[in-house]
């Protein structure tokens, strides 16, 4: 598993590539489901995590459960060594693999035969189970079938205020590092087995049965720490086997699905396939992009995908449109694409994806469900988005049969189907903005809400806890692993909130053949009389616009936006079909799409 950043997600990672939730009480708590009565790229220094206060419940009555310790009493031995080249020795070539300037100014120095040391005084386990009330920072996984949960809380005598956990997507390994504290801890919950690395000198990048992927850092003189270039691969028992020296800083790291290999992706578009058995390294690709790019690598059914934003001026900063470069493990590249818009969400089967545009001078999210492959709209849903407000674009969106898509609206959450279809499931009635329903791997009726509770879509079979000292424990840890056999979370919360934009309540609509958008795509309906058109300074008179009236938002001047927030309302410049132009209040919602 990654821990370099959320991707821009194939059928294997299909909620979107993140740059960069829990409702009122009804039903019961029960010990086991079917008893009746799951990277955001790593900042120079660590993660960063803002913080959430309060007690929230979700969906459930629960019972105040304080958490005690249990310390592990006892950890198997490591493994033995693997075979390997000499720590130090580097197999890459002496030459850094890559284009551009070596990362860092001196030669890597000598490194130990260890990376890390076996420890038994590291992460503390702790037992809970589902009802309980969970109130301490930690890494925590829920059983789904039997209710019971694992803990594994920080050292009590570090700070750990910025504790930062992952879980990897089988959920073997757990790693624990905080925020300006030097030692990072990596459990194996099949051994028993924990051990401690030097973060502050190694940034962990994959972790795997067969081994670790570090890269080595280095603190420059503005206190940061940088990456120096070389990369160290490890066996299971820490022990280094090769080291590869790399040009420019990775941006993400995807482990082959047959372990032997690992693809780089550096921050200037090169693609770096390193072979974890021989120790040589080769260039798959190189899309030769700019300093300031920050593309994002994930896999894509059996192939890689590369996502790099383009900078589009006319479309919002969390929507820009991405070029989407699709490559094969021996390097060729399959396909080469432009996608539109931003969150990008593709099904498990790979045959669809969406992205979110805002065409009508950004009044409200536009979802569009393509093809994934010639990226033809089939469909597109107005006043949707799979922007989340905890978590982003991070996260599960579709189902596992890949038969709709959990997206977000002013009337909640709703299940988009490709037929368009907008479906509002019991599970999510109630929702707030923290509900954030996130699919299962593997189970189509079977979802994550607030990443502390799951359910089935009616809503009448569901397991979770409860949360006191946090709001929530969104952030940048996928509730579900490979499959649904687990749920996991992590606090205290990391940042992720407040990257989709605000707009006023606006009906949602879909067009289900996605041709072009009418001229006037709004109308005035539901309003007692009419609806009141100011004309200000650019208007043309005053009027009152009656049910029916056409519309389009217009920008009285090239630099004042068409919407607007002030005197405590949400207000809109339009022009009707007759020319006539003015502003209105959005309050009441008083308008509908008119999409025909």
Request: aromatic fraction near 8%.
């Amino acid at each position: 598993m990654s821990f370099v950043e959320h991707t821009t997600g194939g059928p294997r990672n299909q909620g979107g590539w993140s740059r960069g939730a829990l409702p009122s009480g009804v039903g019961g708590v029960y010990p086991g489901r079917g008893t009746p009565p799951r990277l955001e790229a790593q900042a120079r220094c660590g993660w960063a995590a803002p913080a959430g206060a309060g007690e929230v419940g979700i969906m459930l009555r629960v019972r105040k459960w304080p958490i005690a310790a249990l310390v592990l009493a006892a950890l198997l031995s490591a493994c033995s060594a693997g075979a390997g080249s000499p720590a130090g020795e580097t197999d890459a070539g002496s030459a850094p693999a890559g284009s551009g300037a070596p990362a860092g100014d001196t030669a890597p120095g000598a490194l130990p035969a260890v990376l890390a040391e076996q420890v038994t005084d590291g992460l503390v386990r702790i037992a809970f189970a589902a009802g309980d009330t969970i109130d301490r920072p930690g890494i925590y996984l829920l059983d789904t079938a039997t209710g019971q949960g694992e803990g594994w809380l920080p050292p009590p005598e570090d700070d750990w205020t910025y504790f930062f956990g992952q879980v990897t997507d089988d959920n073997r390994f757990l790693i624990g590092t905080a925020y300006q504290e030097d030692d990072g801890y990596i459990v194996d919950r099949q051994t028993g087995a924990m051990w401690r690395w030097d973060a502050s000198r190694y940034r962990l990048l994959l972790a795997a049965e067969q081994g670790f992927l570090f890269a080595e850092l280095a603190e420059e003189p503005d206190g940061f720490r940088d990456e120096t270039g070389r990369l160290i691969w490890t066996g299971p028992d820490l022990r280094v086997r090769h080291t590869f020296v790399l040009a420019d800083p990775v941006r993400s790291a995807v482990l082959a699905p047959d372990g032997r290999r690992a693809a780089i992706l550096l921050s200037r578009g090169e693609v770096i396939a390193l072979d974890l058995e021989s120790g040589a390294a080769v260039t798959l690709a190189d899309l030769q992009l700019g300093p300031d790019a920050w593309p994002a690598m994930a896999p894509f059914d059996d192939l890689l995908q590369v996502a790099v934003e383009i900078p589009d001026d006319q479309a919002p900063p969390a929507a820009q449109p991405h070029r989407l470069v699709r490559l094969d493990w021996d390097g060729t590249v399959i396909a080469d694409l432009r996608a539109p818009g931003y969150p990008l969400t593709f099904s498990p089967d790979g045959r669809w994806m969406t992205w979110v545009e805002w065409p009508v001078d950004r009044l409200a999210p536009v979802t569009v469900v393509a093809d994934a492959w010639t990226l033809e709209p089939g469909l597109r849903a107005f006043g949707v988005t799979t922007c989340f407000p905890a978590v982003g674009s991070g996260g599960a969106r579709w189902l596992s049969d890949g038969s709709g898509l959990v997206v977000h609206s002013s009337d909640g959450y709703r299940l988009l189907t490709p037929a368009g279809e907008l479906r509002a499931l019991p599970a999510f009635s109630g929702q707030d903005w923290k509900g954030e329903p996130q699919p299962a791997p593997d189970d189509p009726d079977l979802f994550a809400l607030g990443r502390i509770a799951v359910s089935d879509g009616a809503g009448t079979d569901q397991m979770g806890i409860t949360l006191e000292g946090f709001v929530t424990p969104y952030g940048h840890v996928n509730p579900w692993g490979r499959d649904s056999a687990v749920l996991r979370f992590v606090l205290p919360p990391k940042p992720g909130g407040g990257m989709c934009e605000e707009r006023p309540p606006m009906e949602t609509a879909v067009q289900v053949q996605a041709g072009p958008i009418p001229e006037f795509p709004l109308v005035v309906a539901g309003v007692e009389g009419c609806l009141p058109l100011i004309p200000r300074e650019f208007g043309t008179g005053e009027a009152c616009l009656p049910n029916g009236t056409r519309l389009v938002p217009y920008r009285p001047r090239s630099d004042v936006p068409a919407l607007g927030w002030y005197a405590d309302a949400w207000r809109l410049w339009v022009r009707t079909e007759d020319g006539q132009i003015g502003e209105i209040s959005l309050e009441g919602t008083p308008l509908r799409w008119a999409l025909d």
